[in-house]
């Protein structure tokens, strides 16, 4: 058996965290740049606009609320982002479950037996956590189905390849001491040895 500790546990939904805030934040840009027809030059200004944007909303304190705008939905646009934010091999498997999860979806809308999203999708990740998650980031009250699906899928893809190497980094280290011992436990430090051997997972969370 293989399990994890706390600070292990606390340290991947750190990590995953990141990764969930990076694609947000690429998937605005892209829309932003596809609205404005602005080039990719364009991005780091956009970046400081933002940066403008949210010190002025910090200090602002009205009564009333603004009516916020809604985020959109652009399959092309997610894929962008998960190919921007991960490398090569792991984007192209991202993108892959992403579209598959989705896929899911929408051939199960109609399956009462499956009430949930993320059983519609096929995900053991929750979906209306992710989804929470999105609009806490974006400061957005509604946020797409299809969005909060391809990016928890994602989610777990990465999540899932993060704990398979830090298991195999955990059972080679306790082989080492106990030869005959089964049993091995997850750890930050193991965590972070299975993303600096892998070469895609390091350029990405570097």
């Known amino acids: 058996k293989t399990c994890i500790s706390r600070e292990a546990l606390f340290q991947l939904n750190q990590i995953l965290f990141v990764l969930l805030y990076n694609l947000i934040r690429f998937y605005s840009i892209n829309l932003k740049l596809k609205t404005h027809k602005k080039d990719d030059s364009m991005i780091e200004e956009i970046d400081k606009k933002e940066i403008e944007e949210d010190k002025k909303e910090k200090h602002k304190k009205e009564k009333n609320k603004e009516e916020k705008k809604p985020i959109f939905f652009e399959q092309a646009e997610c894929h962008k982002a998960i190919v921007t934010v991960l490398w090569e091999e792991l984007a192209k498997h991202a993108v892959s479950e992403g579209t598959k999860a ?8 109609g399956d009462s037996r499956k009430n949930t999203r993320s059983s519609r ?5 929750s979906v209306m956590m992710i989804e929470d998650m999105i609009k806490n980031i974006t400061d957005r009250d509604f946020v797409p189905d299809e969005i909060s ?5 994602v989610l777990e893809y990465i999540s899932a390849e993060i704990l398979e190497l830090s298991g195999n980094c955990a059972r080679d280290i306790s082989s080492l001491f106990f030869e005959n011992n089964k049993n091995s436990i997850i750890t930050t430090e193991d965590i972070n040895l299975a993303i600096k051997k892998d070469e895609e997972l390091l350029k990405t969370f570097e």
């Open 121 to 125: 999708s096929g995900l053991t990740f």
């Open 149 to 153: 699906i391809i990016f928890t899928a």
């Open 102 to 109: 989705l896929y899911k979806y929408n051939f199960c809308k």
